[in-house]
């Protein structure tokens, strides 16, 4: 989806997220299933920076949430009637998320303020039916 906002109010939306893109692929048969899933999430500006000290912040600065793009992969066998194996795994490729701050003249190498690391969860295991 891609979402626009228009108007007067348009800049008073803080944490809207114009771009966020899902999909997916997955393959079925009677004894396995898989699915791959990429989730995609655009720049995110976030809350107004003010300052109680005139001009030592430039108006029109915001925090920000950088892109991102997530991957999941999940999968299933039926060993017999009542016994699967199945592994889920989120994240896999480790994406991480940026906090900038910035205005309309920040330079670049100004801009970046921290790094979080999810990092990946990977689960593995037997499922019985009884």
Excluded: C
């Excluded at 393959?27 to 995110?44: C, D, E, H, I, V």
């Excluded at 005139?54 to 299933?76: C, F, M, Q, V």
């Amino acid at each position: 989806s891609v979402i626009r906002a228009t108007g007067d109010g348009a800049a008073n939306f803080a944490g809207f997220i114009p771009r966020n893109y899902s999909w997916g692929v997955s393959l079925t048969r009677p004894k396995f299933s898989t699915k791959l899933n990429w989730n995609y999430r655009g720049a995110q500006r976030r809350g107004l920076i003010t300052a109680n000290v005139p001009n030592s912040i430039e108006p029109n600065t915001y925090n920000w949430g950088s892109k991102r793009l997530y991957i999941d992969l999940s999968a299933d066998y039926q060993l017999t009637r009542r016994f699967t194996v199945f592994m889920s795994m989120r994240n896999i490729n480790d994406a991480f998320e940026d906090s900038k701050i910035y205005g309309p003249n920040t330079p670049g190498y100004a801009k970046f303020r921290n790094r979080t690391d999810y990092g990946s969860a990977w689960t593995f295991g037997l499922r019985g039916t009884f």
